[in-house]
């Protein structure tokens, strides 16, 4: 079903209360993606994917992930704001439907998506009455309006005269919401009657900006007349405001819109208050739910009229930069102080703005600014890696290392995160075809860590493949102390890696020192994510020990501090380890349990313990003592119950197991 109409009558908001209402229908959940933010078409199945949660890994079309996610669930997916990419949205459409008879389509579009059974719903205006001499009070569009005007006007009482004009003035905007809320943020200044009065000059054609009379539809014509009534209203500098901040993709907060809005006659100084003029005129809304800094968001058609005054300002390409300069300088910062205790903060600022990250990228490439591509893609390396974007992050390196001008320092970085990548996505022979490369690169650089980073991008992947020796050998042939440069992750992952290495031949104890050392290293930085690893492989050698309560410990702190990150396989890997432990120490069915829980991560992932040999050692030895000891059926009972219970519930039980 395709939910049809202006912008501005509705839609999403239609859609998300008949989708709450369509809940109990659908027992694997209703799912909503906004779509509005996403200009790349080619993007839209990863986007997709992340919006259900998939934490998937492996280097399938997420297209083809969503599909086979899909196929046995029944489902309502939500696609809201269609419009701006109607034929991508339909070859998906028609994929998902085929692939997964439970599946049901709700859309929101200005116009049909073009699908074989699609049924549309044209969304109507709120009903206002007709005669509003005779019935000032009716319609629903004359409630809005007053629940507007009482929320911006303290102890508003109409009188029957001003409830006729109100209902006039809805008449007059054909009962579109967003023209009716824009309408009543403007009686703090303006009477009930004066805007009514107002209105009634502006509305026997659209005028642009040259002049030139416009013919539209009705509705479109009453909407865009609003807006520009309301920009008429403002001040020129909250005009200016308006215009610049519509390059931000999915909102933005003060400190953002400072970045890219200031210059010229509007200073950084005076973005506040203006900003905060655009909030009371209901053209910039807070985002509910969101602590501080408070996020601000805008909503299609209030952009879009604002996106063409900037190109009408001829300051569209530098506003542009602007925002590119600043997301650039966001994440470049993030990654220089990714290993401290600004860490959870990063990541979490990241992950709200990868709208805006996503949006500057596209940017980038479209101008052709490959170094800044190569810096920003290099530099995001702990967003695709340690935050579970492996997808998208593979689609941008891609295409950046594919287009770069030549061998650099920004190359090296990017492609040191495209090795990360591969081998999180269960493909470190695809890592090793790239290491000799990167170390060449390496030997040329001035930066000391970079010849770390080398024996990881080799040593990794030569570990993931199970040539635990030749591993070791690779690592061994660097420092063992922590240097400062752009790799200095690589110091600490070399160690974790050589230490996983040395527990998978048996050195159980030292293994575990090392990965100890790390961790207080680690610790004492704030640091948590690389942490989370070395408490991993201590739960490994704990094992290897047979000290199971110790290797339950690190196990469930593993867990702790990859959850912070949404690190799904991270998360995975901790629950294998804590189902050995438990299962080792007679536990049997809560360990047949846990693997349950584990696997099911695992199968948002796509590849189980990443294909590498060591890791699934651990768990095989885990699945073979507990049959063992319960029995088929039984194993099978405890097994099914974490492996189709509640994931959230599985992963709160195995943190206090």
Request: proline share 5%; glycine share 10%.
């Amino acid at each position: 079903m395709t939910l049809n109409g202006v912008g501005g009558v509705g839609k999403s908001r239609l859609a998300v209360r008949a989708a709450r209402r369509a809940a109990p229908r659908f027992p694997d959940g209703v799912r909503l993606v906004g779509l509005s933010p996403l200009r790349e078409p080619s993007l839209l199945g990863y986007v997709v994917l992340e919006e259900l949660g998939l934490a998937d890994q492996s280097t399938r079309p997420p297209e083809d992930v969503v599909a086979e996610w899909l196929a046995t669930r029944d489902v309502l997916l939500v696609l809201d704001s269609c419009e701006h990419m109607i034929d991508a949205c339909a070859r998906l459409a028609v994929l998902l439907l085929d692939a997964a008879p439970g599946l049901r389509i709700l859309a929101t579009s200005r116009e049909p998506l073009g699908v074989a059974g699609e049924w549309c719903v044209e969304v109507e205006p709120l009903p206002v009455a007709a005669d509003p001499a005779r019935d000032p009070g009716g319609g629903d569009a004359v409630a809005l309006f007053l629940d507007r005007a009482r929320a911006g006007t303290d102890g508003l009482r109409p009188d029957r005269a001003e409830q006729v004009s109100a209902a006039d003035v809805c008449r007059r905007l054909d009962g579109i919401p967003l023209a009716i809320e824009l309408a009543a943020a403007r009686l703090p200044e303006l009477s009930v009657h004066q805007l009514g009065e107002g209105l009634r000059h502006r509305f026997d054609t659209l005028i642009t900006a040259d002049g030139v009379r416009t013919p539209l539809p009705p509705r479109h014509r009453t909407l865009r007349t609003t807006i520009g009534w309301s920009h008429e209203l403002c001040t020129p500098l909250e005009r200016l405001l308006w215009a610049r901040l519509c390059v931000c993709a999915a909102g933005f907060d003060g400190a953002d819109a400072r970045a890219v809005a200031a210059g010229g006659p509007l200073s950084a100084d005076a973005v506040p208050a203006l900003l905060d003029g655009l909030v009371a005129k209901s053209v910039v809304r807070p985002v509910p739910g969101t602590a501080e800094p408070v996020r601000y968001r805008m909503l299609d058609t209030v952009r879009e009229f604002g996106a063409h005054w900037l190109g009408e300002l001829g300051e569209e390409a530098a506003v542009r930069q602007a925002h590119l300069e600043h997301y650039r300088s966001l994440v470049t910062r993030a990654d220089r102080e990714w290993l401290t205790d600004r860490q959870t903060a990063w990541a979490t600022r990241v992950v709200a703005e990868h709208a805006n990250v996503r949006a500057a990228l596209d940017h980038a490439l479209r101008e052709g600014r490959l170094h800044t591509v190569l810096e920003m893609t290099g530099a995001l390396w702990f967003f695709w890696f340690a935050c579970g974007f492996t997808h998208e992050g593979r689609f941008y390196l891609e295409r950046a290392l594919a287009d770069a001008p030549g061998p650099g320092p920004e190359y090296a970085k990017a492609l040191w995160a495209y090795g990360l990548v591969t081998m999180s996505q269960g493909s470190p022979e695809e890592a090793l075809r790239h290491a000799d490369e990167f170390r060449v690169l390496a030997e040329r650089s001035a930066d000391p860590t970079a010849r770390v980073a080398a024996c990881c991008f080799e040593g990794t992947p030569l570990f993931l493949t199970g040539d635990c020796e030749r591993a070791i050998t690779v690592l061994d042939g660097t420092t063992k102390e922590t240097l400062s440069g752009s790799y200095e992750v690589a110091c600490f992952l070399n160690r974790i890696v050589r230490a996983f290495a040395r527990i998978t031949l048996g050195e159980f104890a030292s293994g575990k020192a090392l990965a100890h050392e790390v961790s207080v290293e680690l610790a004492a930085r704030g640091e948590r994510w690389a942490r989370a690893y070395g408490d991993y492989v201590q739960a490994v050698a704990a094992f290897g020990l047979g000290d199971w309560a110790d290797a339950a410990e690190h196990a469930r702190a593993s867990m702790r501090g990859k959850r912070h990150f949404h690190d799904t396989s991270g998360v995975a890997l901790a629950v294998d380890v804590l189902a050995a432990a438990t299962v080792a120490d007679g536990r049997n069915e809560s360990g047949a349990a846990l693997l349950g829980t584990a696997q099911r991560l695992w199968q948002s992932i796509g590849r189980p313990q990443l294909g590498a040999p060591p890791l699934v050692a651990v768990r095989e030895q885990a699945e073979r003592q507990s049959r063992r000891a319960l029995g088929g059926a039984a194993y099978t009972r405890a097994y099914e119950s974490g492996l189709y219970g509640d994931t959230v519930d599985g992963i709160a039980y195995s943190t206090r197991a």
